[in-house]
Nanobody
Framework: QVQLVESGGGLVQAGGSLRLSCAAS????????MGWFRQAPGKEREFVAA????????YYADSVKGRFTISREKVKNTVYLQMISLKPEDTAVYYC????????????????WGQGTQVTVSS
């Protein structure tokens, strides 16, 4: 059974940093892409960043380019989201997900999801 477990969320002041982790287990992810999404209260879940497990190609939402960095550590089967210069509008529950397709920016193409981790940025 596939499991994605996020960690690293918390409360941080504006301008601060956090690193989220997503530990994947249950299968080989070499043909997958891994994505981070977020959902703020009253809003739809939105794409944040994605990385192909094999080639390490990365994709970012315009709102986080230059501030967030996605990476993966194959040996640990873990994907990271390094977030710097955080803003109050980054406040949301952040979810890790896995897809076998090349469509990495749309929630409907993801097969597996983690339970989410809360990120709160105070002003």
């Amino acid at each position: 059974q596939v499991q994605l477990v996020e960690s690293g969320g918390g409360l941080v002041q504006a301008g601060g940093s956090l690193r989220l982790s997503c530990a994947a287990s249950g299968r080989t992810f070499s043909s997958y892409a891994m994505g981070w999404f977020r959902q703020a209260p009253g809003k739809e879940r939105e794409f944040v960043a994605a990385i192909t497990w094999g080639g390490g190609n990365t994709y970012y939402a315009d709102s986080v380019k230059g501030r967030f960095t996605i990476s993966r550590e194959k040996v640990k089967n873990t994907v990271y989201l390094q977030m710097i210069s955080l803003k109050p509008e980054d406040t949301a529950v952040y979810y890790c997900a896995a897809t076998r397709t090349r469509v990495v920016v749309t929630t409907g193409y993801y097969d597996y999801w983690g339970q989410g981790t809360q990120v709160t940025v105070s002003s």
